[in-house]
């Protein structure tokens, strides 16, 4: 091992002579958390975060801070997964309200981590004067605990797609390097609470999952990412060598996270660490084989989608770096968010029953909305019915459930200044105009507004149509970056420049189909290989399946092929027509089979 990496830590002054809450001692500690207002979650952070600001500044012995923190420990578990809850699955500009929830979860975090540090920093100063607890063991523990909720706030800087603050990463490498230097990285914690056994493992789930390209995944996939790296991380190997399998480096004293270690021609004169993830990667495939086309279900609370697998894989096992030079620009967009409102703008503004069935077929029945305004059923005797004879097809106009719209009983809908009526197509599928920051020709990078919806997430599909573009441009959207008080941006990739809009039957069986869903074909680039593919919604296509594509002119039957992608809005496969024997049959002229078909015929 090379020579020891200086350590500097930030902690506070221990000035405060006496605490305001409780005496500093266990026996107070313990009688003041059964106290606690259990029905007012928020009065008990607030009395978390005063405790713990004061026990930070206070003269006491490592022990006792410690064993102070161990009774404290527990409240400020349930506290944070409380807070969670009031800040997770919000807009994508937090309103103030769980802004201030994420703002409190933060600073608890900081609080916790700063604690543990002062123990792990006064257990070795003071070594030789502790008796109730192993010096090495008690500053272990502290060490574990300090990286594991440092490990949270960089969970919770994810999960809000905002930057890191100064000093984040940079607590990260020094509270491992104290370990380091005091040979206690790879020593078992004997109580890890949710953070891995060594300080090593601790340290590393961090880590890694600064390595996941975390911009590009949504809120829930950071969630199960987290808790399963805390197994994960045993698979990553930490060394001071670096080797063709060390894809990433993390340079201990500074404040950047993990990097390619191949943008440097010759190693790095600060010191380093090399992360080896290759036996993780070699186990993100074999989960992977066990769960094509299907979600991981690693505990009750965890779900983990099969496209993560991908993702995890290509970002944890090699290099991606920007392809496209990125070009300023000052320029508007019209851009519809999600599957189903893209589908209505590329179809020309039809709803979805009149690209099936058209215009002129639509009775006045088809046109009634009765109970649920989001559920139309039609019953027809056309093409798309006579492949399933007496089945009702039923199609979904699907809103955004999370904005500010109320459906009563009778069906109908409260709007926000009281009076009731359907939905109108410009409230179900909404155009906004947003602001073009920079473009490449691989996408775009966009100006978030307050007026766009806010529940937009990482892996949306989305259509745009720039000024005097007749045709709309299929995109997704690949990341976020919210600052504080400043722009929030959002990462578009172009899937294609243009898109067919169809609806979709899964052939069950011989003689039964499913009812009609949205997908979109998105047309072929020659110029990069690129074959036309199908976009379908996430959930009930797999490869290999048949499906007849169509619309009110035309109506194909096709195979999928390799799935090509996957987010949480949607999935993306290669497919192909198949030719049924009615279609050989019609390229004859005279409407007779050929020869191959009589031996087949004869055969019989």
């Not at 006045?364 to 989001?374: F, T």
Request: hydrophobic share 40%; aromatic share 6%; charged share 20%.
């Amino acid at each position: 091992m090379e020579d020891k990496t200086r350590v500097k830590l930030h902690i506070p002054s221990q000035n405060l002579t006496t605490a305001p809450l409780f005496q500093p001692n266990t026996e107070a500690a313990r009688n003041w958390v059964e106290s606690f207002p259990v029905t007012n979650a928020i009065s008990v952070v607030e009395l978390l975060v005063h405790a713990l600001s004061d026990l930070n500044r206070i003269k006491i012995s490592p022990e006792t801070r410690y064993d102070i923190m161990e009774i404290l420990c527990p409240n400020v578990e349930v506290a944070l997964t409380n807070l969670s809850r009031r800040y997770l699955h919000q807009a994508l500009i937090l309103p103030e309200g769980p802004r201030k929830m994420a703002e409190l979860s933060d600073n608890l975090c900081t609080l916790t981590s700063t604690a543990y540090t002062i123990v792990a920093i006064e257990a070795i100063q003071q070594r030789d004067a502790l008796r109730a607890m192993n010096p090495a063991r008690l500053t272990c523990q502290a060490i574990q605990r300090a990286l594991l909720y440092a490990g949270r706030k960089v969970l919770l800087t994810f999960q809000l797609h905002r930057p890191m603050e100064t000093r984040g990463w940079q607590t990260l490498h020094q509270l491992y390097a104290l370990g380091e230097n005091q040979r206690l990285t790879n020593l078992p914690v004997s109580e890890p609470l949710a953070g891995g056994s060594t300080i090593t493992s601790t340290y590393l789930r961090a880590i890694i999952l600064g390595c996941c390209k975390s911009n590009q995944l949504r809120q829930s996939d950071l969630t199960a990412i987290y808790r399963e790296l805390q197994q994960w991380s045993e698979l990553v190997l930490l060394d001071t060598e670096g080797s063709e399998q060390a894809l990433f480096l993390v340079a201990l004293n500074s404040d950047q996270p993990p990097m390619y270690s191949s943008v440097y021609d010759v190693a790095p004169k600060h010191p380093c660490r090399y992360l080896d993830t290759t036996a993780l990667v070699t186990h993100l495939k074999a989960l992977k084989e066990t769960t094509i086309n299907a979600d991981a279900h690693f505990d009750q609370n965890t779900r983990f989608p099969g496209a993560m697998f991908d993702h995890l894989i290509a970002a944890l096992g090699s290099v991606s770096l920007r392809n496209f030079k990125r070009s300023p620009a000052d320029s508007t967009l019209r851009i519809c968010v999600g599957l189903s409102s893209t589908h209505f703008h590329v179809a020309g503004q039809q709803s979805f029953e009149q690209l099936l069935y058209g215009e002129d077929n639509l009775t006045s029945e088809d046109k009634i909305v009765s109970g649920n305004p989001l559920l139309r059923t039609s019953i027809k005797a056309d093409t798309w019915l006579d492949a399933n004879p007496g089945q009702d097809y039923m199609s979904f106009n699907e809103v955004d459930l999370s904005s500010e719209i109320d459906v009563d009983s009778t069906g109908m809908v409260k709007l926000m200044d009281g009076e009731e009526g359907p939905l109108s197509p410009s409230e179900r599928y909404p155009v906004f105009k947003v602001q073009l920051a920079d473009f490449s020709s691989g996408g775009y990078c966009l100006e978030w507004n307050d007026e766009l919806p806010g529940n937009i997430k990482a892996g949306d599909i989305v259509g745009l149509k720039e000024k005097g573009n007749k045709d709309w441009v299929i995109a997704v959207i690949r990341w976020l970056s919210g600052l504080k008080n400043a722009k929030t941006l959002v990462g578009l990739e172009l899937l294609s420049p243009r898109a067919i809009p169809y609806g979709a039957c899964i052939d069950i069986k011989p003689g039964e189909k499913s009812p009609p869903v949205r997908v979109l074909m998105l047309a072929e680039i020659a110029l990069i290989g690129q074959p036309h593919t199908l976009v379908t919604p996430r959930a009930g296509f797999k490869e290999r399946q048949k499906l007849s594509l169509g619309n009110s002119k035309e109506v194909h039957s096709v195979e999928l092929l390799r799935h090509i992608a996957s987010t949480g809005s949607f999935s993306q496969f290669e497919f192909r027509y198949i030719e049924e024997l009615g279609d050989v049959l019609a390229k004859n002229q005279d409407g007779q089979a050929t020869k191959d078909f009589d031996s087949v015929w004869s055969s019989i």
